[in-house]
């Protein structure tokens, strides 16, 4: 705090016992006002701490004013620092040993009567908050979600400082990139029917300071898709970008690692699960918990049973496994007693949320398995189906039988309905992970055709080079994901910087070069210039803070979100402009097809049609 | 460094005589190669620096491959650090006194022949710089740019953080604001005929987060804006966006002081003409300058001499006066002797640009003043003149009678044209200095009313809150402007917080509570609800870096720039989109008038046309 300041002399964070005696300025808000005893008691709130300012009658040429004050009024307040009488004090309060004793009083603005309480936290209609966003960030809870981010954002600028990263600006107007996702786009002005695009990445810039010889760029940078909105979904978010040269998985991976480390153990009172993150292959990963961003804070890890289940005479899993699927199950201890009912309906729900037709299911009793499809196994197979899945006595065992992809999603959504059902994961705990080793291409079965899985710049591992025209379905990419509890907070790989193999890429997902060149051309020239080997990653801001915060939904860790439709309710964005302005873009609008002629443009639909 | 890497051990930079007798395995570009005595010698380049390599026939594994090493390859060396023969060493290079006799060589890259040099800094044509501009960035002067441009935008992170100031992230898609530039416009999928702009600075959410009592807030901003084209001006631009609550101009002017001596004394070479920055107000600074941005590293300062015009017989200077302007000189000395038709051509021409009509001189002689309009002046007037100019024996007095603003404009641009002709400042010092008390209004001669010299949000200074509605053109604001020689670095404003004032000074400027309320509702809205005194200033990074890079240009300051005429031409954006694409986002294009019907619609402007 600069101290010559009419305003203040201190902040309401900063009083302690040792001031006592001391004339102090504060200034800030009214945070709560009492009257007792004749006197009045403000509670002064500022960014820093509340203090307690009280008012004697005996003043009366203050007296009177502070009689007006109101909540959410701005004042500055001179006075004496003065201990509390003993048995006042409040312990909860870093300044809550002593009172300011007001001696002078300034109104600098008074306040209406704010449409939500801001000193508590209770529940508040989302809309209104969003409205009044301004008031909204001044309660406890959003104030120190943000501080709390710029601590974050600090740390991470700081640590590739010191790495010798260098930040650097990539464009906001730019061509459409090939993402996938829908682009924003902006008429431009002077190029009658073109449009820049906003960016959904830096992606082709990053490769290209690579290229340029930056060897190591990061930026801290916003990125835009216009995509249907979803519950975590904002038109804009932020993400940490970050690219090396002359690099290998292995230091990418690294240093993410030292530096999410830091962060959590620098800045939160989480602990992280397992140091050095554990590292799961794409494989691994979803063998064990049937997810490439597995929870790994817990068990209830699947257990392959195929070759039991192959030879049994129950025909639901043995005719899984001979059409080339899988079964496989989960032993989950600690349910009691389910009524069939229960597992029939609301457990299996779970399973079939994830593509299953059906749950199989036995409880490991005493005496051996029981439930309705037990007499499908022997004895033997039993105790094989039991050891298999370590079952204990007790435990409830669930099994899937079908194709793979649909044991994995089925199994792995049971896996976390039994997480939050039974409580098993520890929210102060991060499971931090890599997931590695991700198949380069996947199977498109709507369009009959190999796509990339993450994006088509993903260099091959240099063993599979030769599967690339033969076999690209077992092509693995050097991929790697970084999870948490679930969620994907990064993903990266290491880049092609070959021009050959970007064109056998390309080629196998069906671009030729006449199309590769359009949409890629400033790309494809630069790799012909001696470009780097390079790779990087692309952490969330936005979920990294969520996921530190315990935040579920993306609007509690920014400062001004758009609603769910795309909107600034506070702002009243977007909104209608002018034909003189549509006309210098050189566009029109169109007319609405279920409308009438000339209908309002700026009718709005409500929050629910979107 | 990491050192665990299969590409390098050392960067390029590292490596001195006490490493002679390691192993050293480097990346990088083969910057120059030199075939000499059998050997081949080859510069590597990376990030950090220049190593001598040599490969040695004898080492016939390699020396094959480093036989087709060509400028730009990426490789990676090994080889055992070698001290250079005495006689060989490079002093301008920190890894002159060594090189690396080469054991193994990898290709990493190939590069063609690239389109212009790498390694000289010699012109190259602009155009084909931006269409390579991953490339361009290789040079040694734009990527020692882009390195600096981290350093002082770190620098001020930390200097900021340092200083409680949080940095907040505000949203890119808003509503149209009332700077009064153009808006690039973004149409809005899910609200037909809407649409979103892109903010062209965020002023009022800065103000938003000081009602939201963050109190110390700071952005790194984009700020974009459709204007047309001049030199130093790019569609996009970086600003510091800050703002202080319970502030004053003092403490914003001695923090940002404070700031930019750290950034000068600690980043650069350059020294600061004075500390602390001097300080004019618009009054003084006009008046000794002709300028609200005086370059003040030299003097030449005006003088005002309309007392002894007015009564002298001369009726161009006495006219002046007695139709309310004045008649101001400045004598230069070191001009030798002029002829009078270079006066009366090129240097009248620099005063003609400033309105001036024409240019009065005379010159300083042993015997008196001389000159085609001496003899208008008696003996005493002459020494009058002479004394208030300052003029020396051999000094150019030089004149100009007219309006107050033609006197200043002209003369202050007469004095840069004598600053650059006679070299009289020095390049290696910022002669920084504040220029304060601005109007708050100017009058608009064209329109004929009366509008805001900065903007409409700038608290008056105190005691001319009177003055308002009265005498509106005498408000002085809360306004300050921070210059280096010469120009513009930073621009900002105690803000006006209470809406009873807001009104006001809509009111003044035509702007009634309901246009006040649909163009800056969410303000005013904000401002009812205890609002702080608050104030900021928002210099320009691109400007910074440039000024403190000798850099005329804004695109040298830039990794990616746009052409003059808005466009990337690497990138080749704008550029045309789908059908599908407007469709969805409920827009047409327009028929151009002076095409044929359907004309295509990818044709662009060459940059002469704008």
């Not at 650097?168 to 459409?176: F, N």
């Not at 530096?259 to 153990?265: A, C, K, S």
């Not at 931090?432 to 009959?448: A, I, K, R």
């Not at 390309?506 to 051309?521: K, L, P, Y």
Request: net charge negative; aromatic share 8%.
């Amino acid at each position: 705090m600069d101290r010559r300041n009419p305003y203040r002399t201190h902040n309401a964070g900063d009083l302690r016992k040792e001031n006592v005696g001391e004339t102090a300025r504060l200034a800030g808000w009214v945070h709560r006002r009492r009257d007792h005893g004749g006197l009045i008691f403000i509670d002064l709130r500022d960014r820093w701490g509340i203090t307690q300012v009280t008012f004697d009658p005996e003043r009366e040429d203050i007296f009177s004013t502070a009689e007006k004050l109101r909540p959410e009024w701005s004042i500055s307040v001179e006075g004496e620092v003065t201990a509390r009488p003993p048995g006042n004090e409040n312990p909860d309060l870093p300044t809550g040993h002593i009172e300011v004793r007001a001696t002078d009083l300034r109104v600098l603005n008074t306040s209406e009567t704010p449409p939500f309480e801001i000193e508590r936290d209770r529940p508040v209609d989302e809309t209104l908050r969003l409205k009044y966003r301004y008031l909204d960030l001044r309660r406890e809870k959003m104030r120190d979600t943000i501080l709390f981010r710029h601590r974050v954002v600090k740390h991470i600028r700081d640590f590739l400082d010191a790495r010798e990263f260098v930040e650097i600006e990539t464009p906001l107007l730019t061509a459409s990139t090939p993402e996938g996702a829908r682009d924003y786009l902006v008429p431009a002005r002077l190029y009658p029917g073109q449009f820049y695009a906003l960016p959904q990445s830096p992606q082709q810039f990053k490769q290209l300071l690579m290229v340029a010889g930056f060897e190591r760029y990061f930026q801290i940078a916003r990125a835009l898709r216009d995509e249907d909105q979803r519950g975590d979904r904002q038109p804009e978010h932020t993400q940490l970008d970050m690219e090396l040269s002359y690099t290998t998985q292995d230091e990418v991976l690294g240093l993410v690692e030292e530096l999410f480390t830091g962060i959590v153990e620098g800045l939160t009172d989480k602990t992280i699960g397992q140091k050095p993150f554990p590292r799961l292959t794409y494989a691994e990963a979803m063998d064990r918990f049937g997810s490439d961003k597995p929870d790994i804070r817990f068990g209830l890890e699947l257990r392959d049973v195929s070759e039991i289940a192959a030879t049994s005479g129950f025909k639901v899993f043995s005719g899984a496994v001979e059409s080339g699927g899988s079964v496989r199950g989960i032993a989950v201890g600690g349910l009691g007693d389910l009524s069939r009912g229960k597992i029939e309906g609301e457990i299996t729900d779970v399973a079939k949320t994830g593509g299953a037709r059906g749950l199989a299911f036995m409880k490991a009793e005493a005496d051996g398995l029981t439930g309705p499809i037990a007499k499908f196994f022997s004895d033997e197979e039993q105790a094989s189906l039991r050891e298999a899945l370590g079952a204990r006595q007790g435990d409830y065992l669930f099994f899937v039988a079908d194709k793979d992809p649909v044991v994995f999603e089925s199994l792995g959504r049971l896996r976390l309905h039994f997480r939050d059902r039974l409580g098993l994961a520890d929210d102060d705990v991060l499971g931090l992970c890599w997931v590695t080793d991700f198949p380069l291409f996947e199977w498109n079965e709507d369009e009959g055709r190999v796509e990339p899985m993450h994006h088509m710049f993903t260099m091959p591992r240099e063993e599979d080079l030769g599967l690339l025209e033969t076999e690209p379905l077992k092509v693995i990419g050097q991929l790697y994901d970084l999870v948490a509890n679930g969620t994907e907070l990064a993903s990266g790989s290491i880049r092609i910087h070959r021009p050959d193999i970007q064109q056998r890429v390309f080629d196998v997902i069906g671009i030729d070069s006449e199309e590769a060149e359009r949409r890629f051309g400033a790309m494809l020239t630069a790799f012909r210039y001696g470009a780097p080997p390079h790779g990087g990653i692309a952490p969330g801001i936005d979920r990294l803070i969520m996921l530190l915060r315990d935040q579920p939904n993306i609007r509690e860790v920014m400062a001004f979100p758009k609603t769910q439709a795309a909107r600034d309710e506070m702002m009243d964005a977007p909104g209608p402009v002018s034909e003189d302005q549509l006309k210098e873009l050189h566009i029109a609008l169109r007319r609405r097809p279920e409308g009438p002629k000339g209908s309002d443009p700026a009718s709005r639909p409500s929050e629910g049609n979107n």
